[in-house]
C-alpha cells in the first residue's frame, strides 16, 4: 500500500474542504466527516483503519491540552455547578438510556450495550464552539459548553474503559466502578497539577520558541501517559495541566513565544480534527460492509434509534436540571436567577458529537480474552456513526437556525471587559510614563509623545463608541488604522522589489517584513 500517497490525498481532502467550509460558511467538522464518506465509497480508495490501541493515545492528549489551554479558570469555576450536571450527570443518563435501549431494542449484551450508550455519551468540543462563537451567544452559555465537552469525556472514558473490561473479561463491580471514577478523578488533577508545575519551572528557564512549542506539543502527553499507567483519569489529567499552563502562560513566555505557540496550536489543532473527522467518514463504508448481513431498513432504524435517543435524553435532561433544582431552592433562585429558555435551548440543542466519540469506537479492542471477536463491535462504530452524523451534520447545520429563530442575542460582557482592560493597561502605562519622566536616560519630546498616546487610548476606550466624543476617537482609530495598513504594504512592496533585484537576501527581507507583520497585527488593538 503507497501510505505517502494516500497521506498526500488526506492532506489535499482536508485542504479542499476546509477551503469550501470557509466560503460556505458550514463548520468544517461537517464538511470533513461528509467528504471522508463520500470518499470512503470510491472503489479506488484503499481500506484504511487505524490499530485500535493506538487511535486515542495519538489524538486525545494534544486535543484536551489545546482546548483547555484557552479556556478561562475563573469562567469555569463560576459554572462548575451546571457544567457538573451536565458532564458527569448527562453523560451518566446517556449511557443508561442509550445501554437500554441498545439491550432490549437492538438485543445487544448489556456489556456491549453499555460500551455504546459510553461512547455516545460525550459532546464534541469543536463543531458547537465554532457556531456559537461565530453566531454569537451569552458568553455564560459558550463557557458552559466548553466545560461539559472539557470534562464530559472523562466521565465517559471511565464508564467505557469498565464497560470494555466488562466484555473482555466478563466481570463487573459496580462498587469498584464508582470508587474507581472518584479516584481516577483526584489521581488524574494531582498528575496534571505536578506535570504542570514541573512543565513551568522548565520552560521559566527558556526562552527559544522552537523548544518551548516542543514542549507544549509534548505537554499533554507528558500528563496523560503516565495517569494511565497509573490507574488514573489521562483525560482530567491532560485538561488539568492544560488549563494550568494556559493560567501561567501570560508571565511565563516571552511575546515571541505566545504568538508562535498559539499559531502552533491553532494549525494543530485543526490537522489534529480533520484527520479524525476524515478518518471518521473511511470507516463509514468498511463497518457497512461488515454488517451486510443485516438488512439495510433494520440498520437504518437502529441508528436512527440511538441517534433520536440522544438527542432527546439532551434535551429533557438540560430543561429539567435547570429549572427543577432553582424551583425547589430560593436559595439557588436568588444566587443565580432562572435563565431565558431560549438559551437553555440553545445549550440543548448543542450536544454534538464528534471526535472522542469515534476514537473511543475505533479503540475498542478487536478480541476478548479468551480470543474470539469483541461482541457486535462493528455494530457499535456503526451506531457511532449515525449519531455523530445525525448530530454533528443535523444539529450543527441547524443550530443556526435555531439561534436566529429564538433572537438569541450576544451579549456585550466580552466587549465591556476588554474595554476595561483596555483602558486600565492604558492608564499603567500613563504612570509609568510619569516615573520615566524623571529617569536621565529618556527625552522631554519622547515622553510627551508617549504621553499623548496613551491618554488617547485611555479616554477612547474609556469613553467607547455609544458616546459622541468616543465615536468620533473610535473613526479616528479606525482611520489611523487604515493608513497605518497602506504604510505598511507600501514597505511592504518595496522590500518584494529589492529582493526580487537582488539587492537583499531573502533572509532579510524575511527579517524585515516579519517586523511588519507584527506591526499590521498590533493595528487590531488600534481598530479593536
Same mark, same amino acid.
Given at each position: 500500500?503507497?501510505?505517502?500517497?494516500?497521506?498526500?490525498?488526506?492532506?489535499?481532502?482536508?485542504?479542499?474542504?476546509?477551503?469550501?467550509?470557509?466560503?460556505?460558511?458550514?463548520?468544517?467538522?461537517?464538511?470533513?466527516?461528509?467528504? $471522508?464518506?463520500?470518499?470512503?465509497?470510491?472503489?479506488?480508495?484503499?481500506?484504511?483503519?487505524? /490499530?485500535?490501541?493506538?487511535?486515542?493515545?495519538?489524538?486525545?492528549?494534544?486535543?484536551?491540552?489545546?482546548?483547555?489551554?484557552?479556556?478561562?479558570?475563573?469562567?469555569?469555576?463560576?459554572?462548575?455547578?451546571?457544567?457538573?450536571?451536565?458532564?458527569?450527570?448527562?453523560?451518566?443518563?446517556?449511557?443508561?438510556?442509550?445501554?437500554?435501549?441498545?439491550?432490549?431494542?437492538? $438485543?445487544?449484551?448489556?456489556?456491549?450495550?453499555?460500551?455504546?450508550?459510553?461512547?455516545?455519551?460525550?459532546?464534541?468540543?469543536?463543531?458547537?464552539?465554532?457556531?456559537?462563537?461565530?453566531?454569537?451567544?451569552?458568553?455564560? #452559555?459558550?463557557?458552559?459548553?466548553?466545560?461539559?465537552?472539557?470534562?464530559?469525556?472523562?466521565?465517559?472514558?471511565?464508564?467505557?474503559?469498565?464497560?470494555?473490561?466488562?466484555?473482555?473479561?466478563?466481570?463487573?463491580?459496580?462498587?469498584?466502578?464508582?470508587?474507581?471514577?472518584?479516584?481516577?478523578?483526584?489521581?488524574?488533577?494531582?498528575?496534571?497539577?505536578?506535570?504542570?508545575?514541573?512543565?513551568?519551572?522548565?520552560?521559566?528557564?527558556?526562552?527559544?520558541?522552537?523548544?518551548?512549542?516542543?514542549?507544549?506539543?509534548?505537554?499533554?502527553?507528558?500528563?496523560?501517559?503516565?495517569?494511565?499507567?497509573?490507574?488514573?483519569?489521562?483525560?482530567?489529567?491532560?485538561?488539568?495541566?492544560?488549563?494550568?499552563?494556559?493560567?501561567?502562560?501570560?508571565?511565563?513566555?516571552?511575546?515571541?513565544?505566545?504568538?508562535?505557540?498559539?499559531?502552533?496550536?491553532?494549525?494543530?489543532?485543526?490537522?489534529?480534527?480533520?484527520?479524525?473527522?476524515?478518518?471518521?467518514?473511511? /470507516?463509514?463504508?468498511?463497518?457497512?460492509?461488515?454488517?451486510?448481513?443485516?438488512?439495510?431498513?433494520?440498520?437504518?432504524?437502529?441508528?436512527?434509534?440511538?441517534?433520536?435517543?440522544?438527542?432527546?435524553?439532551?434535551?429533557?435532561?438540560?430543561?429539567?436540571?435547570?429549572?427543577?433544582?432553582?424551583? +425547589?431552592?430560593?436559595?439557588?433562585?436568588?444566587?443565580?436567577?432562572?435563565?431565558?429558555?431560549?438559551?437553555?435551548?440553545?445549550?440543548?440543542?448543542?450536544?454534538?458529537? $464528534?471526535?472522542?466519540?469515534?476514537?473511543?469506537?475505533?479503540?475498542?479492542?478487536?478480541?476478548?480474552?479468551?480470543?474470539?471477536?469483541?461482541?457486535?463491535?462493528?455494530?457499535?462504530?456503526?451506531?457511532?456513526?449515525?449519531?455523530?452524523?445525525?448530530?454533528?451534520?443535523?444539529?450543527? +447545520?441547524? +443550530?443556526?437556525?435555531?439561534?436566529?429563530?429564538?433572537?438569541?442575542?450576544?451579549?456585550?460582557?466580552?466587549?465591556?471587559?476588554?474595554?476595561?482592560?483596555?483602558?486600565?493597561? #492604558?492608564?499603567?502605562?500613563?504612570?509609568?510614563?510619569?516615573?520615566?519622566?524623571?529617569?536621565?536616560?529618556?527625552?522631554?519630546?519622547?515622553?510627551?509623545?508617549?504621553?499623548?498616546?496613551?491618554?488617547?487610548? #485611555?479616554?477612547?476606550?474609556?469613553?467607547?463608541?455609544?458616546?459622541?466624543?468616543?465615536?468620533?476617537?473610535?473613526?479616528?482609530?479606525?482611520?489611523?488604522?487604515?493608513?497605518?495598513?497602506?504604510?505598511?504594504?507600501? /514597505?511592504?512592496?518595496?522590500?518584494?522589489?529589492?529582493?526580487?533585484? $537582488?539587492?537583499?537576501?531573502?533572509?532579510?527581507?524575511?527579517?524585515?517584513?516579519?517586523?511588519?507583520?507584527?506591526?499590521?497585527?498590533?493595528?487590531?488593538?488600534?481598530?479593536?
Amino acid at each position: 500500500m503507497h501510505y505517502e500517497l494516500i497521506l498526500v490525498g488526506l492532506l489535499a481532502t482536508i485542504a479542499a474542504l476546509a477551503v469550501v467550509a470557509h466560503k460556505s460558511r458550514v463548520p468544517y467538522p461537517i464538511l470533513l466527516v461528509l467528504g $471522508g464518506t463520500a470518499i470512503g465509497f470510491v472503489p479506488a480508495i484503499p481500506t484504511i483503519e487505524l /490499530q485500535p490501541n493506538v487511535v486515542l493515545v495519538i489524538f486525545l492528549p494534544p486535543l484536551l491540552y489545546a482546548a483547555a489551554l484557552f479556556v478561562s479558570v475563573r469562567e469555569l469555576r463560576r459554572n462548575l455547578r451546571p457544567i457538573g450536571l451536565l458532564a458527569i450527570g448527562l453523560v451518566l443518563a446517556t449511557t443508561v438510556g442509550v445501554a437500554l435501549a441498545a439491550h432490549y431494542l437492538v $438485543g445487544m449484551g448489556w456489556p456491549a450495550a453499555f460500551v455504546v450508550g459510553a461512547i455516545v455519551s460525550p459532546t464534541d468540543s469543536v463543531a458547537g464552539g465554532e457556531i456559537l462563537r461565530r453566531l454569537g451567544v451569552p458568553r455564560r #452559555a459558550l463557557t458552559i459548553l466548553e466545560g461539559e465537552s472539557l470534562t464530559n469525556d472523562w466521565t465517559a472514558l471511565v464508564l467505557y474503559k469498565f464497560a470494555i473490561a466488562a466484555v473482555v473479561t466478563g466481570t463487573f463491580s459496580l462498587a469498584e466502578a464508582g470508587g474507581q471514577f472518584i479516584l481516577t478523578g483526584v489521581g488524574g488533577v494531582a498528575v496534571g497539577l505536578a506535570v504542570g508545575w514541573v512543565t513551568k519551572q522548565v520552560r521559566a528557564r527558556l526562552d527559544d520558541p522552537p523548544t518551548e512549542i516542543t514542549i507544549s506539543l509534548l505537554t499533554g502527553y507528558a500528563a496523560y501517559l503516565p495517569a494511565e499507567q497509573l490507574g488514573f483519569s489521562g483525560v482530567i489529567a491532560a485538561v488539568t495541566v492544560g488549563l494550568y499552563m494556559g493560567w501561567h502562560a501570560s508571565r511565563l513566555t516571552t511575546a515571541t513565544v505566545r504568538i508562535q505557540t498559539y499559531a502552533f496550536w491553532e494549525v494543530l489543532q485543526f490537522l489534529l480534527n480533520a484527520f479524525l473527522f476524515v478518518l471518521i467518514g473511511l /470507516q463509514w463504508p468498511v463497518v457497512l460492509a461488515r454488517l451486510s448481513d443485516i438488512p439495510a431498513l433494520r440498520l437504518v432504524a437502529y441508528g436512527l434509534l440511538i441517534s433520536g435517543l440522544v438527542v432527546v435524553i439532551r434535551v429533557v435532561w438540560v430543561f429539567i436540571l435547570t429549572y427543577l433544582p432553582r424551583l +425547589l431552592s430560593e436559595q439557588l433562585r436568588m444566587r443565580d436567577p432562572y435563565p431565558s429558555p431560549r438559551v437553555v435551548m440553545v445549550i440543548a440543542w448543542s450536544g454534538m458529537r $464528534g471526535a472522542v466519540s469515534m476514537a473511543a469506537a475505533l479503540a475498542i479492542p478487536l478480541a476478548v480474552a479468551g480470543g474470539g471477536p469483541f461482541p457486535d463491535r462493528d455494530l457499535i462504530v456503526f451506531l457511532t456513526f449515525c449519531v455523530i452524523a445525525v448530530t454533528l451534520v443535523g444539529q450543527g +447545520l441547524t +443550530l443556526p437556525l435555531v439561534i436566529k429563530l429564538l433572537r438569541v442575542e450576544r451579549d456585550d460582557l466580552d466587549a465591556r471587559e476588554e474595554r476595561y482592560a483596555r483602558v486600565h493597561a #492604558a492608564r499603567a502605562a500613563s504612570r509609568r510614563i510619569e516615573e520615566l519622566a524623571e529617569a536621565e536616560w529618556t527625552y522631554d519630546d519622547t515622553i510627551e509623545r508617549l504621553r499623548g498616546l496613551y491618554e488617547y487610548r #485611555a479616554t477612547r476606550f474609556e469613553l467607547g463608541p455609544d458616546h459622541e466624543k468616543g465615536a468620533k476617537l473610535e473613526a479616528r482609530s479606525q482611520t489611523y488604522a487604515r493608513t497605518l495598513r497602506e504604510l505598511i504594504e507600501a /514597505q511592504r512592496e518595496v522590500l518584494i522589489e529589492l529582493r526580487n533585484s $537582488g539587492t537583499i537576501t531573502d533572509e532579510v527581507m524575511r527579517t524585515v517584513e516579519h517586523d511588519l507583520d507584527l506591526e499590521e497585527v498590533r493595528l487590531s488593538g488600534e481598530s479593536a
